[in-house]
């Protein structure tokens, strides 16, 4: 290797090294000298619309491969605008690594042109920060921003670099590279796996709830065969969907807000709980001093100690990667010799019926589309979503072959995630079909990155549900603000399919009484991307819904009279 | 409650007093002094007993990132 390196060398060995392929970014003044770097080199820089999109397409990246994603933006306003994709990641656990340039260092503090202190923006954002002062310094902060974003609970890291940091040459005498061994985590004790064991086997109606940390642990065999192997009814989080098989008959859907009806009745009436990378989010409890009632135990997996107790009070506590966990709890499982749960399985079952369909729809019905797209979605597709009513009934009714099949902003809820996640999915995974359903409040929060799909060619399918409105909102306007429906409607939405033919895309309507079989066919089957604009009846909502901050009992299955 | 620190980066002092206030809690005292390259800290945290409880939880979560960057 060449001895004299500049910092901006420096970053594209790291990334290299790193085993980065692929970077999103947007260029502009102080990461100028990132960017020629990055000129014709092997590690591929892609050109986004707008920031935001860089660090929600570095996110589906790392979501659908469980490597770090990266993302690239100058200082100022192209670093302020990966704050909502940090904070995204930031809330759903992806590893990211952003690298913002900084104005030089000696204007630092001055209110330069385009200066911002990104470090202090995204202290609260980011697992840790650091501002790079010396080109000697940069190859060791890399590795560690990359080492950190990785785990043992992944996250978002940000690496600010001056300019003149990034044009220096390293020095002759600067330390060697250091290589960094993966952080260690933590193993859950003998103790804890055995009294889990002990309190299932003595179990009468015991649920597993799994969330994201299954993904980020890469642990979908342990989990199927753990649950193959102790036969009791299990449910998902919306991180979690895709870990259960999609034909697993012992799997009761999504819990919580917009979850199952059985998936909710079950847990309330468990009375053992088995916690499996999940936070017990607020969107998932609910009302956390009524959550469980009749649990008398309730186990908790998780790499992070901080998430014992945090909401929940756990009775026994497993610290530690859940591969690792799972496959403990599976060993001990099969040499204390499983139970039968058949009884529990069919009574828990029955607790719920199918999803509420809206009895008199002025319209083609938003889920009549969505049950058709996902009866024709091939079964290796990639599904992203955006946030809103579109996204929770998707969750609803997705069945995903892994993890890495459905990807979506849990956390943080940002719409405007969903196309741009669909585009980070698509270079991760150049063989696979990519999908994305968005709603017509997210899609204009993200149109601009139709120039990216033109651009790179990317087969990236789209699926509008377009009611005129800010669903979601609109439904609690309905239901708990008297009907005021403030700021909500958009009635004056542009022709979407106008908008994707001036990007180049093949774009289709579809309304009520087109035979939504063979339109969906043709939408899914189509080489190549392309637009459905579902025309939906705009007062379709989301059921069944528990209210915020409530339980189970106040479950709501339609829409009151 | 005390809480200590001992790090590289003298901002973690402040990333630790804004999720204080977060928490609904305040702290009655701070002393700080840099000795070498590390700083080294003690802060009296005070407020509801649960917030104390849920905000050691995420110190202690920042204090080993931390420790894995720096």
């Known amino acids: 290797m060449e001895r004299r390196r500049t910092g901006a060398a420096l970053v594209v060995d790291i990334l290299e090294s790193e085993g980065i392929e692929t970077v999103f970014g947007y260029p502009g003044g102080a990461i100028m000298p990132l960017h020629d770097a990055l000129f014709g080199h092997r590690v591929r820089h892609v050109l986004v619309r707008h920031e935001a999109a860089a660090a929600f397409a570095a996110s589906a990246y790392a979501r659908t491969t469980g490597k770090v994603g990266v993302c690239v933006a100058t200082s100022g306003p192209g670093a302020t605008n990966l704050v909502t994709g940090l904070a995204d990641a930031m809330l759903d656990n992806v590893p990211i690594v952003a690298i913002t340039g900084q104005v030089k260092s000696t204007l630092m503090g001055t209110d330069a042109f385009q200066e911002i202190d990104i470090a202090s923006i995204t202290h609260c954002v980011t697992k840790r920060n650091v501002v790079v002062r010396s080109v000697d310094e940069l190859e060791s902060a890399l590795q560690r921003a990359f080492r950190l974003a990785r785990g043992p609970r992944p996250g978002p890291v940000l690496v600010d670099i001056p300019s003149d940091v990034l044009k220096a040459f390293r020095s002759e005498d600067a330390p060697a590279r250091q290589s960094f061994a993966p952080a260690p985590h933590p ?309 979407f399919c106008a908008l994707a033919a001036a990007y180049g895309m093949p774009a289709f309507r579809l309304s009520e009484g087109d035979p939504l079989a063979i339109a969906m066919e043709r939408f899914v089957r189509a080489p190549g991307a392309m637009l459905l604009h579902a025309e939906c009846f705009p007062h379709e909502n989301v059921f069944p819904m528990i209210p915020s901050g409530t339980g189970v009992e106040h479950l709501i299955e339609a829409m009151p009279t | 409650m005390t809480h200590s620190i001992d790090t590289v980066d003298g901002r973690l002092l402040a990333r630790i007093i804004n999720l204080t206030h977060r928490f609904g809690c305040s702290y009655t005292n701070l002393s700080a002094r840099r000795e070498g390259e590390r700083y080294a800290a003690t802060i009296e945290l005070c407020g509801p007993a649960d917030a104390l409880r849920r905000l050691t939880l995420q110190l202690h979560k920042l204090n080993s990132d931390h420790e894995e960057i720096f």
């Open chain 1, 187 to 495: 193993r859950a004790s003998t103790r804890s796996i055995d009294r889990t064991i002990d309190a299932l086997i003595r179990a009468r109606r015991p649920v597993v709830i799994v969330g994201g940390g299954a993904r980020w642990s890469r642990a979908t065999v342990e989990y199927r065969e753990f649950m193959a192997l102790l036969g009791a009814p299990h449910v998902a989080t919306l991180h979690g969907l895709g870990c259960a098989g999609p034909a697993d008959a012992a799997f009761l859907g999504m819990l919580g807000m917009h979850g199952w009806t059985a998936a909710n009745r079950a847990v309330a009436q468990a009375d053992v709980i088995v916690a499996l990378g999940m936070r017990f989010d607020d969107r998932v409890t609910g009302n956390p001093t009524t959550f469980a009632p009749q649990a008398t135990t309730i186990v908790h997996a998780d790499i992070d100690a901080s998430e014992f107790g945090k909401i929940v009070t756990p009775h026994i506590t497993l610290h530690g990667d859940l591969k690792e966990t799972l496959g403990a709890l599976t060993a001990a499982l099969r040499r204390a010799g499983a139970p039968s749960f058949a009884a529990w399985r069919t009574q828990a079952a029955a607790l719920g019926g199918p999803l509420p369909r809206d009895p008199s729809p002025n319209g083609l019905l938003a889920t009549d589309a969505l049950d058709a797209f996902f009866a024709a979605v091939p079964r290796n597709a990639i599904v992203a979503t955006d946030v809103g009513q579109h996204q929770m009934w998707a969750a609803q009714r997705v069945r995903p072959c892994d993890t890495d099949a459905f990807i979506t902003s849990g956390g943080l809820g940002t719409m405007g995630f969903g196309l741009p996640a669909a585009i980070g999915a698509a270079f991760a995974h150049p063989g696979r079909p990519v999908f994305a359903i968005v709603g017509d409040g997210g899609f204009q929060m993200s149109l601009p990155e139709l120039a990216t799909i033109r651009r790179y060619n990317l087969p990236v399918k789209i699926l509008l549900v377009d009611n005129r409105n800010l669903g979601m909102v609109r439904q609690w306007q309905q239901l708990f603000y008297s009907e005021r429906y403030s700021a909500t409607s958009l009635w004056d939405n542009p022709d």
